[in-house]
């Protein structure tokens, strides 16, 4: 069991999940906070219509759906902040979207698409070293932006109408955040895939959520779950492999944070009760 940990795939995969849970943590819990959970779920899917436009142009589909993302989130916030368009409609609009564009580019690109499954599903395990450089440049610019704005980012997060009464930038916090959400999006594609990324990025959250309220504590327990369960969904992922049929390692990862949450709950509802 121990000689997995020798191979390099798998040491990669653990370093980017490691960068990917806290970049997650980070970007999760004010998602989570702000109760904006779809816009992970909306943007992701407007992805999709940037790789299907950068296969039928033959560009870049990762630079394709990094245009397409942050013009989804910026677009998002321009609706409901100008447009008086509530949130979660400006989300579905996005999000319906970037599906019927990339679906109509796919089929328009003549030949076979390659590489799309492994947008769809993703592939932790083919990470490679330059993806982990990427991610962590990526994390570094995050990390700066939370210690320099952390009390507006947090007050914004949990009462954007007392951060404006404050003065606080909100306009510019939320659009900076989107346009986080949507490159920690773009980042993560080929990690867990398009139809899972949603819930790297809240699972853990909600799992924190049950034990803390404070934001701070929040994001440290998210680190601690989206670890914990990605590192258990790898190792099950393998074992899959070995006694019984090949599992991408993301299914796994994505059932065990499902069934940690589940469990975080019922100790929460029994801890509640003793009381």
């Known amino acids: 069991m121990l000689d997995i940990l020798n191979y390099t795939f ?8 490691l960068l990917v849970s806290i970049a997650s943590a980070m970007i999760g819990t004010y998602i989570v906070t702000r109760r904006m959970v779809f816009i992970t779920g909306g943007i992701t899917h407007a992805c999709f219509g940037g790789l299907g436009l950068g296969y039928f142009l033959g560009v870049n589909p990762i630079l394709a759906a990094g245009v397409f993302a942050v013009a989804s989130s910026l677009g998002v916030e321009w609706m409901a902040g100008r447009q008086n368009v509530r949130e979660d409609s400006a989300i579905a609009v996005v999000w319906a979207f970037g599906m019927a564009i990339g679906t109509l580019f796919i089929f328009l690109t003549p030949g076979y698409v390659p590489d799309l499954n492994s947008f769809l599903f993703g592939n932790i395990l083919t990470i490679s070293r330059s993806d982990i450089a990427a991610f962590a440049c990526f994390l570094a610019v995050l990390a700066v932006f939370f210690m320099l704005f952390y009390r507006p980012i947090v007050a914004c997060a949990f009462d954007r109408d007392f951060a404006s009464t404050k003065r606080l930038p909100v306009k510019a916090i939320n659009c900076a955040m989107s346009v986080m959400v949507a490159v920690c999006v773009v980042l993560t594609i080929r990690l867990i895939g398009i139809m899972l990324l949603m819930s790297m990025l809240t699972m853990p959250q909600m799992i924190a959520e049950q034990f803390a309220s404070r934001f701070g504590k929040m994001m440290l327990l998210s ?3 989206g670890l914990s369960g990605a590192f258990a969904g790898l190792v099950g992922s393998y074992l899959f492999g070995v006694y019984l049929v090949s599992v991408p390692a993301s299914v796994t990862i994505v059932l065990v944070l499902i069934t940690v949450y589940a469990v975080a709950r019922v100790i929460r509802s029994l ?3 003793m009381r």
């Open 223 to 225: 680190v601690l779950a």
């Open 271 to 273: 801890s509640v009760k």
């Open 10 to 17: 798998f040491q990669n995969a653990l370093l980017g999940v």
